[in-house]
């Protein structure tokens, strides 16, 4: 399994955070790593909610379904699968400050054969994490300004 973490402060308080990042298909105007997510069930987030999304990771594109797996007030954790791999995406949103800190977490885990490629492709995963986390804080900070 290949696990990509972050943390980001930011100025935005912890229940305006959450609202906004736990609504998963805000995430492509923060992540570059997933430019795409359609929200495929209707109404306010929920556990069972289903989007489709598609992942940039190596000059390809991916598409995935994933479905919320787990919602609390300050915690969203959601499945996402393929055909190569399955992605498991929890965010926590909690207060610092005036403001708040939200830990990302990422575990894929690669499919049939592709699992011994694991080890050399584990840098290319976790180069995901710094542009998505600026992007993360640029977004959440842009959002306390208003």
Do not use: C
């Amino acid at each position: 399994m290949i696990t990509v973490t972050g943390t980001v402060n930011s100025a935005l308080d912890p229940v305006r955070a959450f609202d906004y990042l736990s609504a998963f298909e805000h995430t492509p105007e923060w992540d570059p790593g997933t430019p795409v997510v359609d929200k495929l069930t209707a109404g306010p987030v929920a556990v069972g909610h289903r989007y489709h999304a598609e992942a940039e990771f190596r000059g390809k594109r991916q598409a995935l379904t994933y479905e919320v797996i787990e919602l609390t007030s300050s915690r969203i954790k959601l499945r996402g699968e393929n055909k190569s791999v399955i992605s498991v995406d929890t965010i926590e949103v909690s207060p610092a400050g005036t403001g708040s800190k939200a830990d990302y977490t990422a575990e894929f885990q690669l499919k049939g054969l592709l699992k011994l490629a694991e080890p050399f492709v584990r840098p290319a995963f976790n180069s995901l994490a710094g542009p998505a986390m600026d992007g993360m804080k640029k977004t959440l900070d842009s959002k306390a300004s208003l």
